[in-house]
Each structure stands twice: as C-alpha cells, then as structure tokens.
C-alpha cells in the first residue's frame, strides 16, 4: 500500500486522460496487434519455461531414470543459477535491446530443444543433467527476464494492466497449463519425442513474433507517456 506510482500512470492521471478505462474491454480491443504479440511471444516462452523447470524433474524421474532426490537436487541448483541470470540478461538487453535478445532464445530454442532432451533422457551422470539444464535454462533467460517488461512496454498506461494480464494469463493457461499433460501423454502413447517437436514448434511460432516485432526498448508505449 506504500509504493509509489509511476511516474508515466502520474501524469495520466493528471491529465485526465485515464478516463477510457471505464470500459476497459473496450478500450483493449483498440489494440489487436498488441494483444496478439502477447499471445506470440509468450506461447513458446511458457511451455519452454514449464518443460524445463516444473517438468524437469518428473522428466529426469521418468524417462532418465534418476531418483527423485538426485532429480531434485539437479533441478533444485539449476534453478537457483537461472533466478541469477535473470538481472544479468535484464541488463544486456538494456544494452543491446529486447529484440535481439528475444529472437536470441527463440533461435536457440528451436535448434536446440530435440536434442537436450533427448541427451537428458539418456544422461547418466549428475554432471551432465545439470550442464543440459542450465544450458536450457541459460537460453530460456532470453525470454523470462524480459517478458514483462516487454509486454507493458506495447500498452499505454490507460490499458496496460489488463492489456498485459489478460491475454498472458490466457495464453499461459492454454499452453503453459497443458505441457505437462501432453509431455505425459505423448510418454504414454510410446512417443515421448513428439512432445519434444511439439515445444521446438511452439518456440518456433514465438521467434517469428519476435523477428516481425519491433524492439520495444526503442517504441515504447511506456516512453510515449
């Protein structure tokens, strides 16, 4: 309750001009292409964070074979080391942009997804499982650290929490909700690698949303205010 405003909802509010949030609805749908960036950039986004940090360790369990305190405690550390790299690839892409560094995970996302998990699955040593997560996770930070600055970026400050909320919390319920469900059944159906092409075809979808995009750092709506 002690926090401040921002300065750009300040000035807003100030001016008058918030006045459109009354019909919130409304006002979003004012906004197609920004809504549907949203949905793009954070579909393959999610189901490469669920796979590689919720799901990680029933995977090294399941299919690796790992016991469930070896897999833990691999998750556990690499887990660790990926919430430090978030501030690190925060800051590069202040530098260098969102853009590049988005488009950085999508490409690496999509060359690399089959073949660390099927190197997972067949990883025998501890050493091993934690440098095929990490790296995972590594490129994942591409898009965990900066998705949401991105996203409040392509709204103004008038629409920009339901702007941003509304169509991530959907898209992640859709695919987020589902990866470790069809991991399972595609486990289950004897095909576990068309759960493998299935998070490559989603980071796929995602990278051309990030190549078509501007770099949000450079057109910010939060700028604009």
Request: hydrophobic share 50%; glycine share 8%; net charge positive.
């Amino acid at each position: 309750r002690g926090l401040e405003e921002t300065p750009s909802f300040r000035a807003v509010h100030e001016r008058g001009t918030g006045a459109a949030t009354r019909a919130p609805m409304r006002e979003l749908l004012r906004y197609p292409r920004q809504i549907l960036t949203v949905v793009g950039l954070t579909a393959g986004g999610t189901v490469a964070f669920y796979t590689f940090t919720t799901y990680a360790q029933k995977f090294l369990v399941n299919t690796a074979g790992w016991s469930k305190a070896d897999a833990s405690r691999i998750s556990a550390l690499t887990l660790f080391l990926f919430m430090l790299l978030q501030p690190v690839v925060g800051h590069i892409s202040d530098r260098i942009g969102r853009r590049p560094v988005l488009i950085a995970f999508g490409v690496l996302g999509v060359l690399g997804t089959v073949p660390v998990l099927t190197a997972l699955a067949d990883a025998r040593s501890e050493t091993q499982a934690f440098l095929l997560l990490l790296a995972a996770l590594t490129a994942i930070s591409g898009y965990t650290a900066i998705n949401a600055v991105v996203k409040a970026e392509l709204f103004p400050t008038a629409i920009r929490t339901l702007g941003v909320a509304l169509p991530y919390a959907v898209t992640v319920s859709i695919f987020g909700g589902t990866a470790e469900y069809l991991a399972l059944w595609a486990k289950s159906a004897g095909h576990e690698p068309w759960y493998y092409w299935y998070v490559t075809a989603c980071i796929g979808l995602s990278l051309t949303v990030y190549v078509l995009m501007p770099d949000t750092k450079r057109t910010s709506a939060i700028a604009e205010n």
